[in-house]
């Protein structure tokens, strides 16, 4: 089976629909539940994570360009979700650099490239987010 | 530090300190889920004095490797003891402080056992039904009545600083920010630029100096399903500031159950705003509500950034941690995002 997934979303519900309820009262069915819950929604993750990160990245490097800024941020040598976060992260420490120095300008251009910075913050703040699985028959 | 371990010295220890206490054993001891800050248990202590064989019911607070909150217990227990037998707050009775690991591996405190209340989730509210309104009037109360209590000569203002009033939220944002910058594993565009909004349009000084508890919010409290709150719990953070701090925290989104209409998701905002004056002795101000309610996003993050660490680094394994790094982290940050965007052109 390659369909990580599937397999993460499965054993999640197994942990909070059988495990964590036969260990009610002991310490270890909180963890039980937590776990199974995250795994859930791991397997959710997982499955769009590099989707996100490549949208991040490029909405950045967007940004930086727009900015006038000459990005010295090498490409990431792979879609490894590691290599692209590594990628993410020093974008978004330049893009942070990029709206200080809006935010201390008077002008229209500098309000109107930091709303589009917020609309990017926005929207991949939303992409972030995950939904919370439904467990109607367990407790957490 | 095995359990069975724990209560033989535990038993020791309480026997030493309770007046003409012998005999002393920990008849039974469970560890009780969350509430990562600290270990926490449920012990019954059996004993004997001059009157004859009793049992009492304690909880044990005791620091575990490293906690969601970096915080002193002895604030906690100083917070517990200013709250206790003052106005009709219920709070646990503070009764030991031990600061040396030597006695049980790490340090600790002891305060009696309130015996009737469950915690609601701040997920699943609709659980308090049909006692909504009952339980959200004592929440505004008893809000209220912490921001009344008294600060000067308090346990707590002995043990903390007393800010000025205009710098109450200066401290509270430089703490946290710091422990975002400190903590954060990531960078943190959303966090940062709501801290230099935060800087840039400070909120009013602070009406009154008040007893601060911190973290109080639907799941820091016991009630009895039948619509009373038994206790009013995790005084971990507590310190002296802006009482709008506790009236935003507990009204966060997050604890709210998605519900926008009522305030903490259990009474509508008017009246919510109307119970919290009374008891607090506070005028509302929505400007200065606006600006501590932003904080309290930014103070979350500060908290999820630091289990997220915990976690990342094995110093704490409790899942509890992992979930605080990662969903309720995305959750203030969205909230983040959506309320400060369109204050800067963005459209929703």
Known sequence: ?140 | MLESELATKFAAYAEARLPGARNARVASINRIHGGASRQTYSIDLAYEDATGPKVKGLILRRDPPDSLIDTERRIEFAAIKSAYGQRDLPVPEALFLETDPAALGAPFFVMGRIEKGEPLNPFRIDAVEPHRAAIGEQFFRHLGSIAALPVEGSPLAAETDTPAPDQCWRRELDYWANEIRSNAKDPQPVAEAAIRHLERNPPPPAQRLSVVHGDYRTGNYLHDGEGTITAILDWEMAHIGDPYEDLAWATDLLWCGNDQERAAGLVPWPEAIAMWQQASGCTFDPAAFEWWSLFAHVKALGIWVTSEKAFANGENDDPILAWSGWFTHAAHELMLAMRLGPKYGAGA
Request: negative net charge.
């Open chain 1, 1 to 140: 089976m390659s369909d990580i997934g599937m397999i993460l979303d499965r054993i999640g519900r197994k942990l909070v629909t059988e495990v964590a309820p036969k260990l009610e009262g002991d310490y270890s069915g909180g963890h039980a539940g937590m776990s199974g819950l995250m795994a859930v929604m791991a397997g959710e993750a997982w499955d769009g994570a590099a989707d996100r990160l490549a949208n991040e990245i490029a909405g950045l490097r967007g940004l930086l360009a727009l900015a006038g800024e000459t990005v010295s941020v090498a490409k990431s040598p792979s879609l490894k979700v590691s290599d692209l976060k590594t990628e993410r992260d020093a974008l978004a420490r330049d893009l942070i650099e990029v709206q200080i120095v809006l935010e201390g300008r008077d002008d229209d251009a500098a309000r109107d490239l930091n709303a589009k910075i917020w609309m990017h913050l926005m929207a991949t703040s939303m992409a972030r987010m995950p939904s919370a699985p439904e467990f109607p028959d367990a407790e957490e």
